[in-house]
């Protein structure tokens, strides 16, 4: 248990719908992530929240739309996804001034048919 | 651009030391990081150095870092078979975004 929790843990999604996962800490980091793990490529970091604020956003399509309400809960928004978009998704979250490590959550497994 | 590379595969018998190596090329890395992934499970941190540390050690872990060569190292001593996993390297700029670079990740099997 790292103090990141991420839900759902599954998620089977068909192109045309929408859905949007979930993720709280309750470490007091004031900075928040999403990365994208697929099969066969490194990890891709996706949106980046610090202090409530999105300050980094990788070249994501539009069909992700990131969400960070507070500094305790950041979402990320999916729409008309395609199958490519199947994934593990993982949020961070870190202390952004101190710039020690990024806790993970254990990740949503997302499969788009 | 950032760039951090790992081999993808290594295997070891139980008992025996395990070495994961990998390279980055960001000069400007203030803080690299072993990153630990058990199947179906997030990443797990388990050791971080600053870049102006040669080595790190705990417990049955040694992190080496060759800033000239951008090289780091996750020595496991007395390597298990709960070490069976893949091993991500990472790295993190001294920048207010502190995002992670990360390699592909090296899957360590444990032979018994």
């Known amino acids: 248990e790292t103090g990141v929790t991420q839900t759902p843990r599954h998620l089977v999604m068909g192109m045309t719908n929408k859905k949007s996962l979930k993720c709280e800490q309750h470490?007091?980091?004031?900075?928040m992530y999403w990365y994208k793990q697929s099969a066969k490529k490194p990890l891709e970091l996706m949106f980046v929240y610090s202090l409530e604020e999105r300050v980094e956003n990788n070249s994501v399509p539009s069909r992700f739309s990131p969400e960070c309400p507070n500094s305790s809960h950041l979402f990320l928004h999916l729409h008309t996804l395609q199958p490519e978009d199947s994934a593990l998704y993982l949020c961070?979250?870190?202390?952004?001034?101190?710039?020690?490590?990024?806790?993970f959550g254990q990740g949503t497994r997302l499969t788009v048919v | 651009g950032e760039d951090v590379e790992q081999s993808l595969f290594l295997s070891v018998r139980e008992g025996d030391s395990s070495v994961i190596n990998c390279t980055y090329t960001d000069s400007s890395s203030t803080y690299l990081y072993w990153y630990k992934q058990e199947p179906g499970a997030g990443l797990q941190l388990l050791t971080y150095i600053f870049s102006n540390m040669d080595m790190k050690q705990d417990q049955r872990l040694t992190v080496l870092l060759n800033k000239k060569d951008k090289h780091l190292s996750l020595r496991i001593a007395d390597t298990q078979t709960g070490d069976s996993a893949i091993y991500f390297c990472a790295e993190s700029t001294n920048t207010g975004r502190r995002a992670l670079t990360f390699g592909s990740g090296t899957r360590l099997q444990v032979q018994p």
């Open positions: 470490l007091g980091h004031n900075a």
């Open positions: 961070a979250s870190s202390q952004a001034e101190i710039g020690t490590e990024a806790f």
